[in-house]
T-cell receptor, first 113, second 113 residues
Framework: DQQVKQNSPSLSVQEGRISILNCDYT??????FLWYKKYPAEGPTFLIS?????DKNEDGRFTVFLNKSAKHLSLHIVPSQPGDSAVYFC????????????FGTGTRLTIIP | ETGVTQSPTHLIKTRGQQVTLRCSSQ?????VSWYQQALGQGPQFIFQ???????GRGNFPPRFSGLQFPNYSSELNVNALELDDSALYLC????????????FGSGTRLTVV
């Protein structure tokens, strides 16, 4: 049972344009959502997160939007840069006492110069 | 000491053998989690330790076991290796049970032949 889904395995975006990565979840008990970025031969690196009580969180070029009614979140990167090319994982976490991360399968983002 | 260090980086084992993977966390990181990432998948939660006690476990059989030590290091042990155990094993640590986010190591690539 895949509780966190990233339905797009890959995405190509022109440099300077907006990249939008999507994630859906099924478990309404998740209370915190995170995005991780992963380069080959490296571990996942934390990018940005959002609490379930918010609908938007912004950090520089990165913005995460949460739509709780649709159980959907998205990561916007603007403007996209070549260094953003990586695999992006959406992850969700339960509340206190259940802090394990449940990951999606990832989206490979390629920024075209 | 900063960052999370895992050893070895690569390992080849024969089916039926036992393996121990090691992780060295940042000082003060009382929580350590282990994840298995199969090819083309997102990381899957194996188990979590807090102050040397297991406090969460995913859907992995008992032949997956772990230890956490007072010096912020930890081990993942896998007995009776199976071909499907071939994966990237990631260690992640946090100072507070995960609420400040997890720092991941670069992983150990295990191949079972």
């Amino acid at each position: 049972d895949q509780q966190v889904k990233q339905n797009s395995p890959s995405l190509s975006v022109q440099e300077g344009r907006i990249s939008i990565l999507n994630c859906d979840y099924t478990n309404s008990m998740f209370d915190y959502f995170l995005w991780y970025k992963k380069y080959p031969a490296e571990g996942p690196t934390f990018l940005i997160s959002i609490s379930s009580i918010k609908d938007k969180n912004e950090d520089g070029r990165f913005t995460v939007f949460l739509n709780k009614s649709a159980k959907h979140l998205s990561l916007h990167i603007v403007p996209s840069q070549p260094g953003d090319s990586a695999v992006y994982f959406c992850a969700a976490r339960g509340n206190f006492g259940n802090e394990k991360l449940t990951f999606g399968t990832g989206t490979r983002l390629t920024i075209i110069p | 000491e900063t960052g999370v260090t895992q050893s070895p980086t690569h390992l080849i084992k024969t089916r039926g053998q036992q393996v121990t993977l090691r992780c060295s966390s940042q000082s003060g990181h009382n929580t350590v989690s282990w994840y298995q990432q199969a090819l083309g998948q997102g990381p899957q939660f194996i188990f979590q330790y807090y102050r040397e006690e297991e406090n969460g476990r995913g859907n992995f059989p008992p032949r997956f076991s772990g230890l956490q030590f007072p010096n912020y290091s930890s081990e993942l042990n896998v007995n009776a290796l199976e071909l499907d155990d071939s994966a990237l094993y990631l260690c992640a640590s946090s100072p507070d049970g995960g609420y400040a986010g997890y720092t991941f190591g670069s992983g150990t690539r295990l191949t079972v032949v």
